[in-house]
């Protein structure tokens, strides 16, 4: 189990951990070890999520999920595999937690009457200078 906040826990039978040998340095124990590990989670399909926050989570990994709707999470930065199993899990955490907090609604401003001032007196002086050099190819 995957424990996410005291409310959400994500159940071990929705998450598949697969082993992969890893590339990288380790020498001669490269060859021989499955250290990669492939964590692979649908969210669509998971019953730990209330569906207001499954729904915001969907839409922000849009572009991260296989054509087959799995979040597909893989760590092999180090030699072992439990370390790089908890880093699959930490690295899912956040992407949960950064899911469970909703955006705050943008409220539209106005720019102020100095900015909109200062805007339109760098625009007239920018003018001038232009205009000068016209005047003097003229000449």
Aim: charged share 35%; proline share 7%.
């Amino acid at each position: 189990m995957l424990h996410i906040t005291p409310e959400i826990v994500i159940p071990s039978r929705e998450l598949e951990l697969s082993f992969a040998r890893s590339g990288g340095p380790g020498g001669q124990n490269v060859n021989k070890v499955s250290s990669k590990v492939l964590l692979r989670w649908r969210p669509a399909a998971s019953s730990a999520l209330p569906e207001a926050i499954k729904a915001r989570l969907l839409e922000s990994l849009r572009g991260r999920l296989t054509n087959e709707g799995e979040l597909l999470i893989v760590s092999q930065r180090f030699r072992d595999q439990p370390r790089n199993v908890e880093d699959c899990f930490q690295k899912l955490r956040g992407i949960i937690v950064q899911g469970l907090h909703r955006p705050r609604p943008r409220r539209p401003t106005r720019p102020t009457r100095g900015s909109h001032e200062r805007r339109h007196q760098q625009k007239r002086r920018r003018s001038e200078t232009k205009a000068a050099r016209k005047r003097l190819r003229d000449e």
